[in-house]
């Protein structure tokens, strides 16, 4: 029988993928490397694991290989490897990728840093689509010193910053992810500040050892209120944490170093939803409100009770969740921060209504968005150019407030672009909308008005029975 042609034959391109494999690892076992070759059919974007040897003792140093040979790499100014769908595991993997082109004319060997090419390409918010692979970095028996003890410093200084990550994550109780980008910081009292930033996610977190660790969110537009990097108010505040100059200067450094991050890279998959993140943005939001508008708990139950009158269903709901008496009277006796869980849900409930949730990507205040059962007590008021701004000159018969302890009836102070300083009158004061987290504050009865940060502070004139 003659078989002819009906044999199978060998692809060219696995010829000469097995030649570049035998290239490689011949040279590096010649050199008393430890090679393992991993299984075609569990090739994911890795050919061979390289355990690194010095003076015949194996060092634990260990990095994985992805391996081409051919033609077809070939570009203008080297080679280049296809990153493909392993952009994410060569990039955030425990143990980094390298590339290595086997030439087949010159027999030459050429490699580049994977890891290396797309963590560098990620932090200035690029995606790598290639991997370039340069003439110049040829990997031969006179250069394999040269190249192993490279990777061994590059291995060396990976994985101190994952030990240091995992260390951080476990003293604050988080766990980091891969590709978030963490910053530590131990201020003048010994506490520590944990920077953390999510990649694609449109706000940063601060965990502070002094407050248990408690996540603050935040972003650029709360630590810059007047949107001036390298200002900062005179207490520099994120969320309910009040920070020294050396602590804000730091925080401003990581904001401005982590921007890049805040973008989703394209090739990641969507973040899901922060919960803990919305939890504890609706949770702020009506501890300012509370204390903005002491009888909002008030009004809205009388809300809710017109419109429980036409719901069953939400009659129903109402019914539980004021099943228990002792929460109802704590709920409306007892300051938000001094409540229990239960009552603060209860006064949750009658708050708001509904928290709609967009885009991981979004700042949080556009992130998260509260439907309030009850509307403000007064419209908003906002100008694009403030005219002036607060004084914060003292005297024995001035206190320094921030804005959001403002009350109507109070006298406070105000500096015009040159420096005069007159007196006004504050009519309300209300949680604003369009700038969630700021409070707005109305003038002398007037269409004038402001919208002020927490860290915004006034000086406002002592009633004379508390001087």
């Not at 109780?173 to 944990?194: A, K, T």
């Not at 403000?376 to 701004?389: K, L, N, S, T």
């Amino acid at each position: 029988m003659i078989l002819g042609d009906s044999l199978p034959k060998v692809p060219d391109a696995r010829k000469a993928g097995r030649a570049a494999v035998n290239a490689l690892r011949a040279l590096l076992e010649r050199h008393n490397h430890i090679v393992q070759e991993v299984d075609g059919q569990n090739d994911f974007g890795e050919d061979l694991h390289v355990t690194f040897t010095e003076g015949g003792e194996v060092t634990g140093d260990l990095v994985k290989i992805q391996v081409k040979g051919g033609h077809s790499w070939r570009r203008a100014t080297g080679y280049a490897v296809p990153v493909g769908d392993h952009g994410s595991t060569w990039a955030d993997g425990n143990i980094p990728v390298l590339c290595v082109v086997h030439d087949p004319d010159t027999d030459g060997l050429y490699w580049a840093n994977a890891t290396k090419q797309l963590l560098a390409a990620r932090r200035g918010g690029e995606v790598l689509k290639a991997i370039a692979v340069s003439l110049d970095d040829v990997l031969d028996d006179t250069s394999i010193a040269d190249f192993v003890a490279e990777v061994r410093r590059y291995l060396s200084r990976y994985r101190g910053n994952r030990i240091i990550q995992a260390q951080l994550g476990e003293m604050a109780g988080v766990e980091f992810g891969p590709s978030d980008l963490v910053q530590h910081h131990v201020n003048v009292y010994g506490e520590d500040l944990i920077f953390w930033q999510r990649r694609g996610e449109g706000f940063t977190t601060l965990l502070h050892s002094d407050l248990d660790w408690h996540p603050e969110y935040f972003g650029p537009e709360h630590f810059f209120p007047q949107g001036q990097p390298g200002t900062f108010p005179p207490v520099p505040v994120v969320g309910n944490t009040i920070l020294s100059t050396a602590e804000a200067q730091w925080l401003a450094a990581c904001l401005d170093a982590a921007q890049w991050a805040r973008e989703p890279a394209p090739d990641d998959p969507p973040l899901d939803t922060n919960i803990r993140a919305r939890d504890a943005y609706v949770a702020q939001r009506i501890e300012n409100r509370l204390r903005i508008e002491p009888d909002a708990v008030a009004r809205s139950i009388h809300q809710l009770r017109e419109e429980t009158a036409a719901d069953q269903d939400l009659a129903a709901v109402a019914a539980k969740w004021e099943a228990d008496a002792e929460v109802c009277a704590e709920a409306l006796s007892t300051p938000w921060d001094e409540m229990s869980s239960d009552a603060r849900g209860l006064v949750t409930f009658y708050l708001v209504k509904e928290v709609r949730a967009g885009s991981p990507a979004l700042a949080i205040d556009e992130q998260f968005r509260i439907v309030w059962r009850t509307a403000r007590v007064a419209g908003e008021y906002r100008f694009e150019a403030r005219i002036g701004q607060p004084s914060t000159r003292k005297s024995p018969h001035r206190e320094l407030v921030p804005a959001f302890m403002l009350r109507a009836g109070d006298r406070v102070y105000w500096l015009s672009r040159y420096g005069k300083e007159r007196g006004r009158t504050v009519s309300a004061v209300w949680d604003s909308r369009e700038t969630p987290g700021a409070v707005c504050v109305l003038f002398d009865d007037l269409s004038l008005g402001d919208t002020f940060w927490p860290g915004e502070f006034f000086t406002r004139r002592v009633p004379p029975k508390s001087r």
